[in-house]
């Protein structure tokens, strides 16, 4: 658990090293960003099949998805990275998270060449995992800025996570005091989508681990639980976040749990070979 304030802004810090379980994996969009430090050979991604594959050598940036995205990892994957809560990465970043919206950016434009240079020289000198995670912390602590309405942001998402997405937007900004296009305007600039978007994003995202891919599904039950208007609405939202219908989607999870039982990655990725 990262030390405060961090606490505040991110969920975990990795370490990832050996074969990855696919040499492609799918990452349908959740409500969380991303900060990899690579220290092994490039890795690609491919930010929705409209774009082309983008190699990433010192690492990515990656703020909150509004899309599947599509790794493809080296057979000697080593690095180390983040797990950032979606308005986590604000405070460490020198533009709005709407520019860098379903765009990776290596971290070199983020930080700059010289200054990730000296921090993979030093990671990858490091003694051993712990002494690398304890350095990445160090940095992130020492790159905190101060960022206006960051608390108006974390507290409002907040209140959207705890209810898995299921709230009235409008009350949202009723109840922080503020207008909606203001509240709008902030979560694009420190998150890079809407509130209706990161709610959107939780609520799908609650539904799928809802999920046990080993029994039988009732989607309409599903469906009905979630809040979703129909099965028809959550076969939409299902396609438009992970460009997969119900169904494949879970045919995939299960080839994953049935190949790879037990595998740390074992919650969200899905191969995509």
Known sequence: MPRPPLDGLIDDLYYLEGAPPYARLTLPPSPSALLIVNLGAPF??????????????????????????????????RSVGVHVKPWGLAPFLPMPAAELCDRPVTVEQV????AIAELRDRLATAAGPYEMLTLLE????????????????RHTSSVIAAASGAV???????AAGVSSTHLAQRFKEL???????????????????????????????????????????????????????????????????????????????????
């Open 44 to 77: 690609r991604i491919r930010a929705g099949t409209d774009i082309e594959t983008a190699e990433y050598a010192d690492g990515c940036v990656v703020t909150m998805p509004t899309r599947a995205f599509e790794f493809g990892y080296p057979p000697g994957t």
């Open 168 to 174: 009235a937007i409008g009350d949202l900004s009723v």
């Open 111 to 114: 930080w700059g060449r010289p």
């Open 191 to 273: 998150i890079g989508v809407t509130p209706k978007r990161l709610a959107r994003t939780y609520r799908f995202t609650a539904t799928v681990f809802a999920i046990n891919p080993a029994g039988p599904i009732d989607w309409g039950d599903l469906a009905g639980a979630a809040g979703y208007f129909d099965q028809a609405h959550f076969g939409h939202e299902f396609r438009a976040f992970t460009g997969l219908t119900p169904t494949r989607y879970v045919e995939v999870r299960r080839r994953f749990l049935r190949e790879h039982p037990g595998h740390a990655l074992d919650g969200w990725p899905l191969p995509a070979d």
């Open 138 to 153: 160090e940095e992130l602590m020492r790159r905190l800025c101060e960022t206006a309405g960051l608390g108006l942001v």
